[in-house]
């Protein structure tokens, strides 16, 4: 483990797939070193014996039509707001300590309430920190009485992810009253982009401890954070020009880690660390939205038809941080299970993405809209954005993102382009890459 004097110092940029900041990224790429981010805890190890850690459900209540974005009825929809009674995906449940701390009833976390970290009762730039300075400041803290505090790792912070939360990255207003984060307000403070400042509403970018096995834009060191503004994973280039809000963390050091084993003569993988049950192979086929689903719901392997499409919550629990394309040629998932590759839009070998069946509601231009177009889907392989002109791995595999369930190439201000490979779609400034199909892993309880 690498001691607090050997860290080197890392600030990332956080950009999202609604930021215009593209002369900017490009000019600190080039300025960029190459010494990497503070603290590796991903790559150490992934997996645990005896570890057990209770999965957060997403709180997604509503369900949509994939064509038209708005809410249905969900009963038999197969949707994530369709199972919220799952044995092993806990409602969320927090409750306040009445010190400035909440503990998550669930995992048993204990978490500080607001990212306030300079004390002044107000959020704002002031309080965001390089990733080292987040690291240290978690560490070195004494507070309500405890002073084993650490920053989260990406699952540990991901634990608090709240999908009724609506993307405001089309938001033409100012006022975030009107916003709906993803994260409980009630119990936590929300840390927005300080716009007096300069910075856009959805600079919410929180810090953890994953560093990226690869490396982002396919030249720079990143990390793993949390947006609780937009709703995303991303891995942010690890440079000396953005800070982040923090929340710092204490209780089971173990969460997050898996401990699979293979089941059913090799047909499924149970995962004894969350009572989940998974499709060991993806078979090998993508699907849209709506088929992912319905392949799912009419599953029937190894003697049983309860498997369903994940929800994203438990999907991302079974994404391995230690690993990555570029540098495993594998992708980010133990090797326990199955996955298929392909060759994908720059024409080299990758892994796919799967879908979950969460929506990612967008808030629209007034920011309370609840359009469900957007289906969330994890990243096991490069998260490719065309960008100056050529692919690249610009998010990192172990991010989640999202676009249209069905049809990309009808996603407002798209793009697209054939690189020899074939067409495909592409949007945002770093040219996130849209996929109608992706992978699917079925699971049951």
């Known amino acids: 483990m690498m001691t607090l004097a050997s860290l080197s110092q890392c600030s990332l940029l956080g950009l999202e797939e609604e930021e215009d900041n593209s002369q900017e990224l490009a000019l600190l790429l080039v300025a960029s070193s190459s010494s990497g981010c503070t603290y590796e805890s991903e790559s150490v190890t992934t997996t645990s014996s005896t570890g057990q850690f209770t999965l957060v459900d997403t709180a997604q209540t509503d369900c949509f039509n994939s064509t038209t974005g708005s809410t249905q009825s969900c009963s038999g929809s197969g949707q994530d707001g369709a199972y919220n009674s799952l044995t092993n995906t806990k409602q969320p449940s927090y409750s306040s300590n009445g010190n400035g701390t909440i503990t998550d009833n669930n995992t048993g976390l204990t978490w500080t309430s607001s990212p306030d970290t300079n ?18 400041y978690c560490a070195n803290l004494n507070y309500a009485g405890s002073d084993d505090w650490r920053l989260p790792t990406i699952k540990q912070l991901y634990s608090l992810m709240d999908f009724r939360g609506k993307d405001p990255s089309g938001y033409t207003g100012t006022s975030t009253s009107v916003l709906t984060p993803f994260l409980n307000d009630t119990y936590f403070s929300v840390g927005f ?8 509403i959805i ?3 929180y810090a953890t401890t994953s560093v990226y096995k690869s490396k982002v834009f396919d030249t720079v ?3 793993f954070g949390v947006n609780f503004v937009d709703g995303r994973i991303k891995g942010y280039p690890c440079l000396n020009s953005k800070t982040f809000y923090v929340l710092c963390v204490r209780g089971n050091t173990e969460y997050g880690k898996n401990n699979f084993r293979l089941t059913d003569s090799g047909a499924t993988v149970t995962d004894d660390a969350t009572g989940l049950v998974w499709q060991q192979s993806d078979g090998g086929t993508t699907r849209n939205f709506d ?5 799912c719901e009419g599953l029937s392997l190894a003697g049983q038809t309860d498997w369903r499409l994940p929800n994203i919550k438990e999907l991302n629990s079974i994404v391995d941080y230690s690993r990555a394309p570029d540098t495993d040629s594998a992708p980010a998932l133990n090797s326990i299970f199955t996955a298929s590759s392909f060759s994908n839009e720059e024409g080299i070998t990758d892994y796919g993405w799967y879908w979950s069946s969460t929506t990612h509601v967008s808030g629209g231009s007034n920011g309370t809209s609840n359009d469900g177009k957007n289906g969330a889907y994890q990243t096991f392989g490069r998260a490719l954005g065309y960008y ?10 172990g991010g989640q993102r999202s676009n249209y369930k069905l049809d990309v190439s009808t996603t407002t201000g798209v793009s697209s ?3 020899g490979n074939g067409l495909f779609y592409y949007h945002g400034p770093q040219g996130d890459v849209l996929r109608h199909n992706n992978y699917v892993r079925c699971v049951r309880n």
């Open 388 to 397: 100056q002109n050529q692919l690249s791995d610009v998010h990192g595999a």
């Open 203 to 205: 600079d919410g970018q």
């Open 193 to 200: 982009g300080d716009q007096s400042a300069g910075e856009r």
């Open 417 to 419: 382009i054939n690189l």
């Open 119 to 136: 004390g002044d009762s107000t959020l704002n730039v002031s309080d965001k920190l390089t990733q080292l300075d987040a690291y240290n």
């Open 221 to 223: 060191t990143g990390m």
């Open 291 to 295: 088929d992912a689903i319905s392949y």
